[in-house]
Structure formats: structure tokens, C-alpha cells
């Protein structure tokens, strides 16, 4: 499975933008790229995901490099509520394989007041 | 349209017991995905089934672990003869179709004394 690579941790003042990234120079053509957080004591939460164009939601958006090599995730206003762990994650859309989510180590966000 | 239910939240056993982990899929999702948390830890795939059928379990210890989702009910995860390494967080998550978005529960805390 193509791997990611995120930083331990980021910190950002409330109502500021925050922009984490995400390495992935293994991606293969079929994989889409996915942004799950989780916050304290809480399952997973899907953020975002995308395959090769730019994505907007309610959440968030995601930036996705040329080469697909690297995506970085865009909360436009962080708030207090946005501190969480953060997954970047790569997920095939074979049919022929079982979708399953591998979650690594995440970048620990800190928003401060 | 109710989430991803698991129960109970928090399950204390002693060791020798066994435990049992029920998860009720979002409304109309057939996928369900089972991931275990050890503490200080990325979660980690362990079984997809889909109704009555195990798809992909490569991530189930190969003894006392067992996932069932029958057509009626919500899905187990049972856990036989529970050892304190077994302490950890597991997580289930539903998903319509195969390589879409899932959808995860708040998790059942299993703590072994």
C-alpha cells in the first residue's frame, strides 16, 4: 500500500487559516486520497477526499499537487473544535479489493485562543 | 438518519472472559469495517465484512477474535478468553458501496482487569 507522510503536529491561532500537509510519492493512479480527524475520545470523522482536481466542502478544502504527490488539507478558519488528530489517507478504488483505511500516526493539530 | 451505533460504550472484563461488540450500520449500509485503537496508538484495520460474509479479515489475530454480520441484527466483534492486551478502543464503520465514504462509531472502550 502507498504510504503517507505528515508532520507530528501543527498549531494555529483561532480564526486563522490552517493548511496541513501530506506526502504521498508512492500514490498509484487509482488511489484517492481521504482526510479523516479524530478528536479526543471520539471515532474518526470523515473530512474530504479527492482523486486528481481540487476539492471544497462545508468543512474544508484539499489542495492536490500536479503530480499527485502531495495534497495538503485547508481549514479556512480554524476554531477550538478543529483540534484533533488529522489522517491523510490513501484508499484504492479497486472493486475487486476490500476498502479498508490505513490509518498512520496523523498530525496532532493545536488550535490556540 | 441515525449514525454508526456501537454498544456498549465502555466494557470492563476480567481476563479469561469474553467480550462482545455490537455495531448497527448507518441506515442502508451494507459494508462494515471493524478497526482496533491500542492506546497511544494509529487505529488499525482489522476485518470488513459485508451481510453474511467476511470479505477481507487479514488484519484479525488468528485466535480468539472472531466478526460475524448476519442478514438480521447489528454486527459482533467477539472477543474469546480476553487477555490486558486486549485493552484498547475499537472502532466500527459503515459504508454504502465499497470505496466511499465511511461512516464510524464513537467506539467501544474494552478495558481488561
Known amino acids: 500500500d502507498a504510504k503517507t507522510t505528515q508532520p507530528n503536529s501543527m498549531e494555529s491561532n483561532e480564526e486563522e487559516p490552517v493548511h496541513l500537509p501530506c506526502n504521498h510519492s508512492?500514490?498509484?493512479?487509482?488511489?484517492?486520497i481521504h482526510w479523516y480527524r479524530q478528536l479526543p475520545s471520539q471515532g474518526p470523522e470523515y473530512v474530504i477526499h479527492?482523486?486528481?482536481s481540487n476539492v471544497n466542502n462545508r468543512m474544508a478544502s484539499l489542495a492536490i499537487a500536479e503530480d499527485r504527490k502531495s495534497s495538503t488539507l485547508i481549514l479556512h478558519r480554524a476554531t477550538l473544535r478543529d483540534a484533533a488528530v488529522y489522517y491523510c489517507?490513501?484508499?484504492?478504488?479497486?472493486?475487486?479489493?476490500?476498502?479498508?483505511?490505513?490509518f498512520g500516526s496523523g498530525t496532532q493539530l493545536t488550535v490556540l485562543p | 438518519n441515525a449514525g454508526v451505533m456501537q454498544n456498549p460504550r465502555h466494557l470492563v472484563r476480567r481476563r479469561g472472559q469474553e467480550a462482545r461488540l455490537r455495531c448497527s450500520p448507518m441506515?442502508?449500509?451494507?459494508?462494515v469495517y471493524w478497526y482496533r485503537q491500542l492506546p497511544e496508538e494509529g487505529l488499525k484495520f482489522m476485518v470488513y465484512?459485508?451481510?453474511?460474509?467476511?470479505?477481507?479479515e487479514s488484519g484479525m489475530p488468528k485466535e480468539r477474535f472472531s466478526a460475524e454480520f448476519p442478514k438480521e441484527g447489528p454486527s459482533i466483534l467477539r472477543i474469546q478468553q480476553v487477555v490486558r492486551g486486549d485493552s484498547a478502543a475499537y472502532f466500527c464503520?459503515?459504508?454504502?458501496?465499497?470505496?466511499?465514504?465511511?461512516?464510524f462509531g464513537q467506539g467501544t472502550r474494552l478495558t481488561v482487569v
Open positions: 464503520a459503515s459504508s454504502p458501496l465499497p470505496g466511499t465514504e465511511a461512516f
Open positions: 508512492t500514490i498509484s493512479g487509482t488511489d484517492y
Open positions: 479527492g482523486l486528481t
Open positions: 489517507i490513501l484508499s484504492p478504488i479497486s472493486s475487486g479489493s476490500a476498502r479498508q483505511l490505513t
Open positions: 441506515k442502508g449500509h451494507s459494508h
Open positions: 465484512l459485508q451481510k453474511e460474509n467476511i470479505i477481507d
